[in-house]
C-alpha cells in the first residue's frame, strides 16, 4: 500500500502565495463641465460636493474633486483622474453634485479639494452627469485599460 504524501500545510500555502498574481487596474481621467446654472444651486453657506461613480468600479481609488461654494456666471471645468483596481469592462461613469448636510458644513473647506469619503457628509443631490467608458468591453475577460470620461452636469429635476 503505498501512502500519498500530502503536503504540509504551511507549505502549501506558501505555493498558493508563490503564484503569480494578477491585479488590473482601470485609470480615468477627464473633465467634469459645472454650468453656470448648476454652480448657482450652491453657495459658501450651502456648499456642494462632487462624487465620481462607477458602476463597475473596483476599490482603491478616489478622485480628488473640489467643493462647489460660490458660482461663476461661466461653465467651470474640472480635471479630474482616478485609479482603482478592476476591470475594463464598459460601465458607465457618474458624477453627482450633492448639497452638503447642514450638520457636516464644519469639515467644508471652500477652498480646499477632498478626496476622503463623504459618506454622512451627503444631503440632496443637486446635479447629475454621466458618461459610458470601454463601449464594447464585455465581462468575458479582465484587462487594464484607461478611458477619458468628460461629463457636464445638469440641475436634477
Aim: with cysteine; charged share 20%; proline share 6%.
Amino acid at each position: 500500500m503505498t501512502r500519498r504524501r500530502v503536503p504540509h500545510l504551511p507549505t502549501a500555502f506558501l505555493l498558493v502565495a508563490l503564484l503569480p498574481a494578477c491585479e488590473e487596474a482601470v485609470t480615468i481621467s477627464g473633465t467634469i463641465t459645472i454650468p453656470p446654472e448648476v454652480q448657482a444651486l450652491f453657495s459658501t453657506e450651502e456648499p456642494g460636493k462632487l462624487e465620481l461613480w462607477g458602476t463597475k468600479l473596483g476599490a482603491g481609488g478616489k478622485a480628488v474633486l473640489p467643493y462647489l461654494c460660490d458660482g461663476t456666471d461661466h461653465a467651470v471645468m474640472v480635471s479630474y483622474q482616478f485609479t482603482a483596481l478592476g476591470c475594463a469592462h464598459e460601465q458607465e461613469i457618474q458624477v453627482r453634485a450633492f448639497r452638503v448636510a447642514p450638520d457636516r458644513l464644519q469639515d467644508v473647506r471652500c477652498s480646499e479639494a477632498s478626496s476622503r469619503p463623504s459618506g454622512a457628509l451627503l444631503g440632496e443631490e443637486l446635479a447629475y452627469g454621466a458618461t459610458i467608458i470601454f463601449p464594447g468591453r464585455s465581462s468575458a475577460s479582465c484587462e487594464s485599460g484607461s478611458a477619458v470620461a468628460d461629463v457636464t452636469l445638469a440641475a436634477t429635476d
